[in-house]
């Protein structure tokens, strides 16, 4: 029923951009909290950035601030992050997430999760 699917992911060159989009369906997306998440081989999976459900309220990993930017189009049920700046400690498997109740937005304990979409970036 519920799903969330990511796409947009590849390979880019550090100093590039990408744009991730998360389709979600099966959800009332308006009355939900979005999230993306990294996680990279060897490493905890990790907060990235969310979005309220009216898009009003944006926070950001401090290693991302600047460079990384979501939004969300409630008509299309879509989140997105627009990469700039890509550095290859960006390199990780990107997830979006969805939650109705708010708390800590750092918080990974989100409702429905994405399969993830890889990005690489080269030096």
């Known amino acids: 029923q519920v799903q969330l699917v990511e796409s947009g992911g590849g390979l880019a060159q550090a100093g590039g951009s990408l744009r991730l989009s998360c389709a979600t369906s099966?959800?009332?997306?308006?009355?939900?909290?979005m999230g993306w998440f990294r996680q990279a081989p060897g490493k905890e999976r990790e907060f990235v950035a969310y979005?309220?459900?009216?898009?009003?309220?944006?926070a950001y990993d401090d290693s991302v601030k600047g460079r990384f930017t979501i939004s969300r189009d409630n008509a299309k049920n879509t989140v997105y992050l627009q990469m700039n700046s890509l550095k290859p400690e960006d390199t990780a498997v990107y997830s979006c997430?969805?939650?109705?109740?708010?708390?800590?937005?750092?918080?990974?304990?989100?409702?429905?999760w994405g399969q993830g979409t890889q990005v690489t970036v080269s030096s």
């Open positions: 997430a969805a939650r109705r109740a708010t708390f800590n937005y750092r918080d990974p304990r989100y409702d429905y």
């Open positions: 099966g959800l009332p997306f308006n009355l939900y909290y």
């Open positions: 979005i309220s459900r009216s898009d009003s309220i944006t």
